[in-house]
């Protein structure tokens, strides 16, 4: 027999939140018939959070009169018995039950999130609720006990029947893997996956099988360029005809026209495209026509995956097919992007692996056995998966290592053969840069590339090339090092003795980390950042201690360079890291780095730098280096002026070229701005209250944009339960799930649903077909003015606020906007909640909207009233 429960909770800290809702059935584990069920509320002797009350529908008169916790203990105890448990995240529930009292963590158990981990590794999100969609399974009322364990207990029995669909290799792969642990839960489930059925590997056999689905590197086929000697001859116009089915539009004509000019001219320029212009046609096609008759070749650097991933799963196959011209293209990312199969196969082969690693390594393993290009992105990670994660990446370990046996199938190093037969590479902003600093770039013959997202180069630029040193991650590495040492063994001795001297002396500098931020920024505070000033070297004189430190390491670093049992190449490559942090972050001197020092309850004291200024640092090494570059965006300029961003970016060698949108704003869009609300900063009941109504009556259709999560929280709770009886979903980011969740969850009920977004939702959302036709600004996009790296960058200007902080609060906003009019045929309105646009300096943020856009000021009751009777 096994238990499947779940339980409903107050909270996620079982030290200070309560049971609500148990729920257990006890089933045949043979043909899964119910034996016997247990459902009770609970009285939780404290008020049920709303925002409990919204996700659950329990609310404190439900559990009024319901049992203690105390009362139920040993009918619990007495109905699980030593009987194994099964749950989705089943930890979690454990956890609870053991603060209250009720032991049963030496039952066995199973964990449906623990093998939809791999399983169903393709799936965006493996909470229930989505998993349960995944597989057809109806549940009627999420997030109440009694539902969520039937819906468990179907869950499992279909992830069982779906499994004996697997191929033989992936049992057999998983048997390998589950064959590492001594965790006898990881046995149990092993049973019920039917791999006692299955031969039993060692790692040759395991890596035999993983290499052989890779394969190595093949070359493309090679097409023979028809090279132009005189290019002003072409007429890249002609390339735009497709037929009745594509749109010609007279600004994508323009744009290509002026970036084809920039590629044969060698000339640097900078456009803006408004939405709509077909931007990603406007420079791909003359790209391509470039690249063949000049024989050279072109990168576009996007700043987004989802961006990338059209242009190169969309775009560039739909001109492959029907632009007339054949041409090779290819898609490359980052170094930290891509998994190193030596460091796979290298961290395999340490076994004696915990529980979550298992599941860890089997998503990992199953992947390999279908991924395309190896990249990490493909996949979805939780907290604790990070740091292995982390260990996987190229960008921990030179691939080209003579030690590297996996050279030929590492996936960086077919992406980097590739480039060779390409005429289009497709890369991100996070290479670009970062390839900048790599003493072996991957990226070759760089001399002529469009960027688009162009916006956001500077804070791209800023966190590529911002160094960190984690003191709870060193650790991570040194008990990783250990581990091999007694595996290996290896005299680990002196490693030992290494170990604690290092830990000494990090110990002070973590000690004075703690003291001086603690000193700064209020307890209460969960995540503390600060700007480090001069006042940080005042109080103490490092010198001697960073000495001894850097002694200390780089004799660790000896020790593992000239151990022969086991290569720490990775591991030297990171205490390389930390040398370099600690000695920038440590010395006064470093007037061109930002210091940053921050506190994390999970994470721990972290110190880390970045570069004052990106523009500088670009015009240095990128663009006065490069023969021909197209910045693009469709928001660059503010007020018709290209300004700001030419100053912050060091643009000075660039020519500037603004385009002028299609739609017509006077009759697709309106923005309204309420006159009654008050004061943003202190008016957010009032705020609430309109929202309340303005949700009540549109009913859906609706993206609200937040600038924190405080905000989010505050309207969700506010609003969630008396939306939900009528039939509204108010879809909250981080509540309610991951962005990918919330958008699928939209999509499926436009009509009856509505979003609150923080800064993820600002960009790089795309809700066509009308599903979009309200636009809520609950505040004017300024950055936290405490963020460490905007204080230090502010310090710039002799007018931050006007000079900085507007102008980019601005481009954000247009980014905003965005979301709303994604097409000729959209119609929508706008509702900014901020007064502030009202002062003098906020006249600035009009220039965020597009001209001709229908401006309306009124109370917000008349615009309700309005808004009611057209509804």
């Not at 203690?68 to 099964?86: A, M, T």
């Not at 454990?94 to 449906?112: A, P, R, V, Y």
């Amino acid at each position: 027999m096994i238990i499947c429960f779940d339980l409903e909770t107050t909270g996620t800290n079982p030290k200070v939140d309560k049971i609500i809702e148990v729920s257990m059935i006890k089933f045949d584990e043979n043909n899964f018939e119910i034996i016997d069920v247990f459902n009770t509320l609970i009285n939780p002797e404290i008020s049920i959070p709303k925002i409990i009350s919204g996700i659950t529908n329990i609310f404190d008169e439900d559990v009024s009169d319901a049992p203690k916790i105390e009362d139920l203990k040993q009918e619990i105890i007495d109905f699980i018995g030593n009987n194994p448990l099964l749950g989705h995240n089943v930890d979690f529930d454990i956890s609870f039950f053991s603060f209250n009292g009720i032991n049963i963590e030496k039952n066995l158990k199973i964990d449906t999130f623990f093998l939809a981990n791999f399983l169903n590794f393709r799936n965006g999100s493996l909470n229930l609720e989505m998993l349960c969609k995944h597989y057809k399974i109806e549940i009627n009322g999420a997030h109440r006990a009694e539902n969520d364990t039937k819906a468990t207990m179907e869950l499992f029995k279909k992830m069982l029947d779906n499994f004996t669909n697997y191929g033989e290799d992936y049992k057999i792969l998983l048997k390998y893997i589950f064959s590492l642990s001594r965790d006898l839960n990881v046995n149990f489930m092993g049973r019920f996956l039917g791999l006692e059925d299955f031969e039993n590997l060692d790692f040759s056999a395991f890596e035999k099988i993983i290499l052989n689905k890779i394969g190595v590197f093949k070359k493309f086929e090679k097409i023979n360029n028809s090279l132009e000697n005189n290019l002003d001859n072409i007429d890249i116009l002609k390339y735009f005809d497709f037929g009745n089915n594509f749109e010609k539009r007279e600004n994508q004509l323009k744009m290509a026209e002026a970036v084809f000019d920039s590629l044969d001219k060698n000339k640097k320029i900078i456009v803006e495209a408004p939405t709509g212009l077909g931007k990603s046609f406007a420079y791909l096609i003359p790209s391509i026509i470039y690249a063949k008759n000049a024989g050279e070749k072109v990168y576009i650097s996007t700043n987004t995956k989802t961006l990338q991933d059209q242009l190169f799963e969309k775009d560039l196959k739909f001109l492959k097919e029907n632009l007339g011209e054949k041409f090779h293209f290819v898609k490359l990312k980052g170094r930290k992007n891509y998994i190193s199969l030596k460091g796979f196969f290298d961290y395999i082969l340490l076994g004696n692996f915990e529980y979550f690693e298992i599941g860890f390594l089997a998503k990992i393993t199953f992947w390999l056995f279908e991924t395309k290009y190896g990249e990490l992105d493909e996949l979805n990670f939780f907290p604790a998966e990070y740091y292995i994660k982390n260990e996987l990446t190229t960008d921990r370990f030179d691939v080209k290592n003579k030690k590297n046996i996996y050279l030929d199938y590492e996936f960086i190093e077919k992406a980097r053969k590739s480039i060779d037969f390409a005429d289009i590479i497709v890369i991100n902003h996070a290479l670009l840069f970062s390839d900048l600093e790599n003493e072996t770039p991957i990226l070759t013959n760089l001399k002529n590339i469009v960027i688009d997202e162009a916006h956001n180069i500077e804070d791209t630029v800023t966190d590529i090339l911002k160094k960190r040193y984690n003191f709870k991650n060193f650790v991570e590495v040194l008990g990783k090092i250990e581990k091999i040492f007694s595996l290996k063994n290896i005299n680990k001795l002196e490693f030992l003795q290494k170990k604690e001297s290092i830990f000494s002396k990090l110990d002070l500098l973590e000690d004075f980390g703690n003291s001086y931020i603690s000193s700064k920024i209020s307890q209460e505070q969960n995540y503390k950042t600060l700007l480090i000033g001069e006042d940080f070297y005042k109080e103490f004189d490092f010198s001697e201690l960073l000495q001894k430190i850097n002694l200390e390491i780089i004799g660790l670093i000896d020790l593992l360079k000239f151990e022969q049992g086991y290569d720490f190449s990775r591991d030297i490559f990171y205490f390389e890291g930390v040398l370099d942090v600690l000695n920038n972050i440590f010395k006064s001197d470093n007037l061109d780095k930002i210091k940053i020092l921050s506190l994390n309850e999970n994470y721990g004291l972290t110190f880390e730098y970045t570069i004052l200024n990106p523009g500088d640092y670009l015009k240095n090494n990128f663009w006065d280096k490069i023969s021909t570059c197209v910045l693009t965006s469709a928001t660059l300029a503010i007020n018709n002026s290209f300004d700001y961003i030419k100053n912050i970016l060091k643009l000075d060698s660039f020519d500037f070229l603004k385009f002028y949108s299609d739609f017509d704003y006077k009759n697709q869009s309106t923005l309204f701005i309420p006159t009654d609300l008050g004061n943003i900063k202190n008016s957010s009941q009032e705020i609430s209250n309109f929202l309340s109504k303005f949700y009540e009556i549109v009913g859906g259709n609706t993206l609200t944009l937040f600038t924190s999560f405080a905000s989010i929280r505050k309207i969700y709770e506010e609003n969630s339960i008396n939306l939900k009886k009528k039939g509204i979903n108010l879809l909250a980011q981080s509540i309610g799930g991951s962005k990918t969740k919330i958008l699928s969850q939209f999509l499926e009920k436009p009509n009856d649903s509505i979003i609150l977004g923080t800064d993820s939702f600002w960009e790089g959302v795309d809700i066509s077909g009308g599903n979009l036709k309200f636009l809520v600004i609950y505040k004017l996009p300024f950055q936290v003015p405490t963020d460490p790296i905007f204080q230090a960058r502010s310090k710039n200007f002799s007018d931050s606020f006007l000079e900085y902080s507007v102008p980019k609060a601005i481009i954000k906003l247009k980014q905003g906007f965005g979301r709303l009019i994604r097409s000729k045929t959209d119609k929508g309105i706008v509702i900014l909640l901020d007064d502030r646009i009202n002062t003098l300096w906020g006249n600035a943020f009009y220039s965020a909207f597009p001209e001709g856009i229908n401006i309306k000021k009124s109370s917000s009751k008349s615009f309700l009233e309005i808004l009611e009777k057209k509804l």
